[in-house]
């Protein structure tokens, strides 16, 4: 029987994605041993980053002997808080490994296959095109200061993001997929005007993801955000941030009471503002972020070039006289609409736009 190894490749992307964005500085990897043609065992990165993939994958009592092991990026080969992936691969007998990707840390980099092959183990690198930017917000945190920054909105079918009559510009699958989609990032940045016009909780309500709740970033320049919201009623550990100008009153404090994070700002006009504000998020441990909020903010960023990836959902509604917006539209209409992403939205349609 021929192996199929981009099968086995894809189905270890799979499970990194369980993981995605609650990894820290440590990349999301996902790691399959197969033996006789059938998964004996899998693992991915713990949250927060440690132990790895293949140690997760590994620690199972079973007989892994001339096993094939398949991993998302290189196993790693240096001594940090945790001993060398390569050196449990040697102890359990791995026959093989495959991966797609080199990690860039100096300390592994291209260093996997060189170690692995000095004890007789073949080690292939095979690329599967289906995920080539899988990693890119981790290759972009490693060398950028502020973290790696992607949005989401929901548009109509003739551009706008309101309609006058609905809290809803997409259906209930649309929806149901974005808080998928937040379950990939550490944190969640809107502004007030956003959360108080909707009285959203920008958290992910999906069944067997209680633990992927990002943390909130709420823009306020003014303190405008209102007390009776329903996520300030019970965070579940989830912790929130008010980045403002107003330090003192009675609303500041009411919201330290709550034990809301002030992160104090003088302006957020320029795109150095921006820079500086992420690099203290950065400082904070958040190295995913996803946005959602309104048109003036998100063209903010979009024309400051601070994002990386934009996902678009589209409904397949035009709202005419029903729709507005609080800004121009230009800006996304000029974004060419050309990776839509394969999954059924019963009409709507949802695009992810490569910003940079």
């Known amino acids: 029987m021929k192996t199929n190894h981009?099968?086995?490749?894809?189905?270890?992307?799979?499970?990194?994605?369980?993981n995605l964005g609650k990894t820290n500085l440590n990349p999301s990897v996902g790691c399959v041993i197969v033996k006789?043609?059938?998964?004996?065992?899998?693992?991915?990165?713990?949250?927060?980053?440690?132990?790895?993939?293949?140690?997760?994958?590994?620690?199972?009592?079973?007989?892994?002997?001339?096993?094939?092991?398949?991993?998302?990026?290189?196993?790693?080969t240096h001594y940090g808080l945790t001993p060398p992936c390569a050196d449990i691969i040697v102890?359990?007998?791995?026959?093989?490994?495959f991966f797609s990707f080199n990690d860039i840390d100096k300390r592994t980099a291209k260093k996997s296959k060189i170690t692995l092959t000095k004890k007789k183990i073949k080690v292939y690198k095979k690329f599967n095109n289906n995920f080539r930017d899988f990693y890119q917000s981790y290759f972009s945190i490693q060398k950028d200061l502020i973290p790696f920054i992607d949005a989401k909105i929901a548009i109509s079918k003739d551009y706008f993001t309101i309609n006058k009559?609905?809290?809803?510009?997409?259906?209930?699958?649309?929806?149901?997929?974005?808080?998928?989609?937040?379950?990939?990032?550490?944190?969640?940045?809107?502004?007030?005007?956003?959360?108080?016009?909707?009285?959203?909780?920008?958290?992910?309500?999906?069944?067997?993801?209680?633990?992927?709740?990002?943390d909130l970033i709420i823009i306020d320049l003014n303190l405008k955000i209102k007390k009776k919201l329903n996520l300030f009623k019970k965070l579940n550990k989830r912790k929130i941030f008010?980045?403002?100008?107003?330090?003192?009153?009675?609303?500041?404090?009411?919201l330290k009471k709550k034990g809301i994070k002030i992160i104090p700002t003088e302006s957020l006009k320029n795109k150095n503002d921006f820079i500086n504000l992420f690099k203290i998020l950065k400082k904070y441990?958040?190295?995913?972020?996803?946005?959602?909020?309104?048109?003036?903010?998100?063209?903010?960023?979009?024309?400051?070039?601070?994002?990386?990836?934009?996902?678009?959902?589209?409904?397949?509604?035009k709202l005419g006289k029903?729709?507005?917006?609080?800004?121009?539209?230009?800006?996304?209409?000029?974004?060419?609409?050309n990776k839509k992403i394969k999954v059924n939205l019963n009409g709507d349609s949802l695009y992810k736009v490569k910003i940079k």
């Not at 809290?167 to 149901?176: A, D, E, G, M, Q």
């Not at 008010?242 to 009411?254: E, H």
């Open 6 to 18: 981009s099968n086995f490749l894809k189905l270890a992307f799979n499970i990194a994605k369980v």
């Open 36 to 76: 006789d043609h059938s998964v004996i065992a899998s693992g991915c990165t713990s949250l927060n980053g440690r132990p790895h993939a293949e140690f997760n994958a590994l620690k199972f009592k079973k007989n892994f002997k001339n096993s094939d092991l398949y991993a998302t990026m290189e196993p790693c």
């Open 91 to 97: 102890k359990k007998g791995i026959k093989r490994v």
């Open 165 to 214: 009559n609905s809290k809803w510009i997409t259906n209930s699958l649309s929806r149901n997929r974005t808080h998928l989609i937040r379950s990939e990032y550490d944190s969640i940045i809107s502004t007030s005007k956003s959360i108080n016009n909707d009285n959203s909780l920008l958290n992910c309500r999906l069944n067997g993801f209680n633990n992927k709740k990002p």
């Open 242 to 254: 008010i980045v403002t100008s107003v330090l003192r009153g009675k609303k500041i404090s009411y």
């Open 285 to 317: 441990g958040y190295n995913r972020i996803l946005v959602e909020s309104g048109l003036v903010f998100l063209n903010k960023l979009l024309k400051d070039k601070l994002i990386f990836n934009l996902y678009m959902f589209q409904s397949s509604t």
């Open 322 to 337: 029903k729709g507005r917006n609080n800004t121009s539209n230009n800006i996304i209409k000029k974004l060419k609409l």
